[in-house]
């Protein structure tokens, strides 16, 4: 299978059409269903589709006894298999998002091995959010702090370098690293430098390319595409993007993902009548989005689908 790098390489400076989809939540979906709720997109043909992995829970469960007991658990596990499923039925690169949290360094190298045994070159490094219901991410005893010492830890994978075993190996992992980026700032950094002092970090152990978090004016990828280049970082940076489909998302997704909210859509889906209405202005702002991101050379269009395909395809049509 080919790597994230190939196929920009391979478009030749056209943009690439490219999607995030998510597990189910446990019990909710079989892999029948979420392959088919993905498969009209397939239309599209995108080289290569990113799996996110949601790291475990912590509750308090009602026992049978009447007592109570903390439990962990993950509410949407199979991201290998998911992966594994997707490359079988649609022939496309599968990507997975790898996480530092709930991971030691030794689980994460297991890990490696079975994404390499499986035919994936490709994992999405990345820190990964904190455990609920906390408030502060605490790397597991023995894990990674930050996504740079896991990308380390891959780049070195794929020098040979395990954890404890010396030698020359015989085979290698070949696995291209993407790592995240906020054109908004990261909400734990103080500031947008110290944030891009730490994205070179992820650059220097070894990522290959970025993905943004999603953003709604395009001036905030502009300028961090810029400041990028001016910081010497000249691996490709590929924009995430998400339509919004309903009224709700005006205040969710500015607080889940620490984004602005350009004032000129938060107006126009305020006054619409209806969550359909709302969902037409967020499909044709995306429209235009898209064309002047495609306008300005963008490596791929990556799209945030949450497993759907109606409102991704109904801009994606419009623009590829
Ligand atoms: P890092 O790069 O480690 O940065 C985290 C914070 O620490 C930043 O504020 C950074 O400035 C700071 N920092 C970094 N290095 C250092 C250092 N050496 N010293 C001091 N400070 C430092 N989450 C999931 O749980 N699952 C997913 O599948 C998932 N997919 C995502 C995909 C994309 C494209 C994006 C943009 C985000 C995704 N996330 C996912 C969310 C992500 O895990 C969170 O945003 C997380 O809070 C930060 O992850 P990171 O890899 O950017 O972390």
């Known amino acids: ?56 829970e912590y509750f308090i469960k009602q026992m049978p006894d009447g007592g109570q007991k903390e439990v962990r658990s993950r509410r949407r596990p199979g991201t290998v298999g998911i992966c594994s499923a997707i490359m079988h039925k649609f022939d496309v690169d599968p990507v997975p998002h790898v996480l530092c949290g709930g991971f030691t360094k030794e689980d994460t190298e297991d890990l490696l091995f079975d994404l390499n045994y499986l035919g994936i070159d490709n994992v999405m490094a990345l820190r990964g959010d904190i455990a609920k219901p906390f408030n502060v991410f605490k790397p597991k005893k023995g894990g990674h702090a930050y996504a740079s010492e896991l990308i380390a830890q891959i780049r070195n994978l794929n020098k040979g370098k395990y954890l404890y075993e010396d030698g020359e190996p015989d085979a290698f992992t070949n696995f291209c690293i993407g790592a995240a980026a906020y054109p908004e700032k990261h909400y734990e950094a103080q500031d947008m430098e110290v944030d891009m002092l730490n994205l070179k970090k992820k650059i220097e152990a070894g990522a290959d390319y970025i993905v943004t978090q999603m953003f709604f004016d395009n001036q905030k990828y502009f300028d961090f595409v810029n400041k990028c280049r001016a910081n010497g970082i000249t691996i490709p940076i590929i924009p995430g993007l998400k339509v919004l489909a309903t009224k709700k998302q005006l205040e969710i997704l500015p607080e889940l993902f620490y984004l602005d909210m350009p004032a000129e859509l938060r107006n126009a889906v305020e006054k619409s009548k209806d969550n359909n209405e709302a969902k037409e202005i967020g499909i044709e702002w995306c429209v235009q989005q898209c064309k002047e991101l495609k306008e300005f050379g963008v490596p791929a269009l990556h799209f945030y689908t949450m497993s759907k395909s109606a409102t991704t395809l109904a801009v994606a049509k419009q623009v590829f």
């Open 1 to 56: 299978m080919a790597k994230v790098t190939d196929h920009i390489a391979e478009a030749k400076g056209k943009t690439i059409f490219s999607i995030e989809i998510i597990p189910p939540s446990k019990g909710s979906n079989s892999i029948d269903e979420l392959l088919a709720g993905i498969e009209p997109m397939m239309e599209l043909k995108p080289p290569f589709i990113d799996v996110t992995y949601h790291r475990e």
